[in-house]
């Protein structure tokens, strides 16, 4: 089972700052990793999918890259609707895995 | 616009079973895979379950293999999850989720989620 590793936990941030929110696989998914939001008390939303590629309607200041084994979510300018908890997730080899989650909260 | 709504949810005791359901709509339920994905109170997402579009293939988590059954009817735009010998571990919101795989092999992503439904396996 492929471990993700995501890192930091918690992310204190004000509006208008850039987040960057890391995802380490435990070896190789190629680029198939996904990225949801989720706010509390609500299910998840898809941002992110095959690692760089954004969903229909999720705005731009949301951009996945990779490296390797790395994978980044980073949002430009936080908007106060981004506070919420941030997942990775993998598909590259069975069962599908998701990370542990960071929190990003207004600093 | 696509909705999936669970239910069945509830309090049950420890070797007891329980069925969920999710109800789709706003699109073609027969077309697309579906999953279910557990959150247990406080902690991070599992997924559980996957059935094919056409129910042809389906695939568990090891820590549900065995106990869980995963099924849809396309007729009714329903799926299902049949939960028998529950443990306290199962304590958890139950999702439903789209997989955007159309008509061929499941893509493994969620695309909708439904807004889950909770259980509570507890004496």
């Known amino acids: 089972e492929i471990v993700l590793t995501q890192s930091p936990a918690t992310l204190s941030l004000s509006p208008g700052e850039r987040a960057t929110l890391s995802c380490r696989a435990s070896?190789?998914?190629?680029?198939?990793l996904a990225w949801y939001q989720q706010k509390p008390g609500q299910a998840p939303r898809l941002l992110i999918y095959?690692?760089?590629n954004r969903v229909t309607g999720i705005p731009a200041r949301f951009s996945g890259s990779e490296s390797g084994t790395d994978f980044t979510l980073t949002i430009s300018s936080l908007e106060p609707e981004d506070f919420a908890v941030y997942y990775c997730?993998?598909?590259?080899?069975?069962?599908?895995?998701f990370g542990q989650g960071t929190r990003l909260e207004i600093k | 616009q696509v909705q999936l709504v669970e239910s069945g949810g509830g309090v049950v005791q420890p070797g007891r079973s329980l069925r969920l359901s999710c109800a789709a709509s706003g699109f073609t339920f027969s077309n697309f895979g579906m999953h279910w994905v557990r959150q247990a109170p406080g902690k991070g997402l599992e997924w559980v379950a996957l059935i094919w579009y056409d129910g042809s293939y389906t695939y568990y988590g090891d820590s549900v293999k065995g106990r869980f059954t995963i099924s849809r009817d396309n007729s009714k735009n329903m799926m299902y999850l049949q939960m028998n010998s529950l443990r306290a571990e199962d304590t958890a919101v139950y999702y439903c989720?789209?997989?955007?795989?159309?008509?061929?092999?499941?893509?493994?992503?969620?695309?909708?989620w439904g807004q889950g439904t909770l259980v509570t396996v507890s004496s």
């Open positions: 095959d690692a760089s």
């Open positions: 997730q993998q598909r590259s080899n069975w069962p599908p895995t």
């Open positions: 070896q190789s998914v190629s680029s198939f």
């Open positions: 989720a789209r997989d955007p795989g159309v008509e061929g092999a499941p893509l493994v992503v969620f695309d909708y």
